[in-house]
C-alpha cells in the first residue's frame, strides 16, 4: 500500500528517503529527554548516555556488529572519509597501496585522491558494462603493500550489487582489511559479511540527515587522521547529537522490517519501468545489472537528449529524478560510474522509489517519460536546423 511518507512523483530515494514516521516520533521524544551531556555523570547526563547506548545497539543489530564497533559521524560522508583515511594511517608500515572500484561514491574517490596527493598509490578496478567488478580483477589488485581495499556494497547510481562476500574473502587471504560503503544498501538488503570496516548515512533510510555510522570490526586497525577528541571510543570528533541518533536507529529498524515486505513490491515496480521505458521510448539504453541490483533503483539513458532538460520537464510533471551521481550533478561533467561501465554519460535519469512509493505515480510517469523525450528531441532538432 502507499504511504503517506512517500510524496506523489518523488523519485530520488537514492539521494535521500523521506523522513520514517518512527525518526519522527523518536527525534520528538529524544529532544525532551536527550539533550543533555552524555559524557557528564549526573542524573541527567547518565539518561542521555542509555539513550545514546541504547541507539548504538539497535544499529549494531542491524549491522551485525558489536555496539562497540559502532560509532556515529556527522555524515556518511564523513564517516567514509574517517574510515579510508583511518584505515590507511593506520596501516602506513604495511604499505600506502589502495585498491577501490571505479564506480565508489564520490566520498570514497576524494579520500583516495587526499592519499595520492600525500604520496600514496591508487589501483582502480574497473567494472564490466553492468556495473559490477570481477571478483578475480579486485583479487589481482591486492599487493604485498596494500593497506586497505574499498569495495561499495552496491552502486549509488545504477543499483548494482557488489560482490563482497568473494572480495571479502579475497581480502581476508591476502591479510588486506576491507572497507565497505554500504550507504545505499542499508536496511534495503542484508548487509554483507567478511567487511573490516563499514559506513552508513541514516538519511537514506529515512531517518534525519546530518548522521552517519561508522563501523570497524574488533581486531581491525584504524587511527583517526583528525586530532585526539574523547568523543565516541576516540573515533569522531565533537559533541554528539543524541536526539539525531536515537531518530536515526529508530527509522533503520522500522525501515529495515517494512523493506522485508516493501522491498519486492519496489522491484516489481522497477522491472515495470525497465521493460516499459525501451519499449515506448526509442533510443534508450536501460543500463546497470539486471537481476544482481537493489530493488528501488533504475537508470537509463536516452539519446539525443540533455540530462538536465528532461529532469526539468519531468520536474514540471511532478516526478523529482536525478541524472548521473546525486554529488556531482551539478559540475556538468559525465558521471564516472557511467563512464566506467562504458555505457552513454548523457541524458541518464535515475529513477529511485521510496518506501510506499504509489503503483499509480509508476504508471503516470510511464505515460508522460515517452512524450517529454519526443518533444525534448524535437525542440534539439528545430534548434540544429531553423
Known amino acids: 500500500m502507499a504511504d503517506s511518507s512517500a510524496p506523489d512523483g518523488y523519485f530520488d530515494a537514492a539521494s535521500t528517503e523521506p523522513p520514517h514516521p518512527a525518526a519522527r516520533a523518536a527525534l520528538l521524544e529524544a529532544l525532551d529527554a536527550g539533550w543533555a551531556d552524555p559524557a557528564r ?18 544499529v549494531a543489530g542491524v549491522l551485525g ?11 556518511g560522508t564523513q564517516a567514509v572519509h574517517l574510515a579510508v583515511l583511518g584505515g590507511l594511517q593506520a ?13 565508489e561514491h564520490s566520498s570514497v574517490l576524494h ?4 592519499h595520492e596527493a600525500d604520496g600514496g598509490e591508487v589501483t582502480a578496478v574497473g567494472v564490466d558494462r553492468a556495473g559490477r567488478v570481477d571478483p578475480a580483477a579486485f583479487a589481482a589488485a591486492l599487493r604485498p603493500d596494500t593497506a586497505l581495499a574499498c569495495l561499495q556494497s552496491a552502486n549509488h547510481e545504477v543499483g548494482t550489487v557488489q560482490p563482497v562476500a568473494e572480495v571479502a574473502e579475497a581480502c581476508r587471504a591476502a591479510g588486506v ?35 552517519g555510522v561508522l563501523a570497524v570490526r574488533k581486531g581491525t586497525r584504524w587511527r583517526s587522521p583528525l586530532p585526539a577528541d574523547e568523543r565516541e571510543a576516540r573515533r569522531v570528533p565533537g559533541f554528539e547529537n543524541v536526539p539525531a541518533v536515537v531518530a536515526a536507529a529508530a527509522a533503520l529498524e522500522a525501515f529495515r522490517a517494512d ?5 519486492p513490491r519496489l522491484a ?16 534508450v539504453e536501460v543500463v546497470g545489472d539486471p537481476a544482481r541490483r537493489l530493488p528501488h533503483i533504475v537508470t537509463f539513458s536516452c539519446l539525443y537528449v540533455e540530462g538536465e532538460a528532461l529532469l526539468t520537464e519531468l520536474d514540471r510533471a ?24 562504458g555505457v552513454i554519460t548523457h541524458g541518464n535519469v535515475r529513477v529511485s522509489l521510496p518506501r510506499g512509493v504509489a503503483s499509480a505515480d509508476v504508471d503516470r510517469f510511464l505515460t508522460v517519460l515517452p512524450g517529454t523525450v519526443a518533444r525534448l528531441r524535437r525542440s534539439a532538432l528545430n534548434a540544429l536546423d531553423p
Not at 596501516?91 to 564506480?103: K, M, Q
Not at 511532478?318 to 561501465?341: K, W
Open 177 to 211: 582489511p576491507l572497507f565497505v560503503d554500504a550507504a545505499q544498501s542499508l536496511g534495503r538488503v542484508d548487509v554483507p559479511g567478511g567487511w573490516s570496516l563499514l559506513a552508513g548515512s541514516a538519511h537514506k533510510w529515512g531517518g534525519p540527515a546530518g548522521v
Open 91 to 103: 596501516r602506513r608500515r604495511a604499505g600506502r597501496h589502495l585498491v577501490v572500484s571505479a564506480v
Open 111 to 114: 579520500a583516495a585522491e587526499l
Open 259 to 263: 523493506m522485508r515486505d516493501e522491498a
Open 65 to 75: 556488529a558489536r555496539p562497540d564497533e559502532v560509532s556515529f559521524t556527522s555524515s
Open 41 to 58: 555523570l549526573y542524573g541527567r547526563a547518565r539518561s542521555t548516555r542509555m539513550l545514546l547506548d541504547r541507539a548504538r545497539a539497535r
Open 318 to 341: 511532478g516526478f523529482a529524478v536525478s541524472s548521473g551521481s546525486s554529488c556531482t550533478a551539478d559540475t556538468l561533467r559525465p558521471s564516472h560510474v557511467l563512464e566506467a561501465m
Open 268 to 283: 516489481a515496480l522497477v522491472d515495470r519501468i525497465r521493460e516499459r521505458v525501451p519499449a515506448a521510448v526509442p533510443d
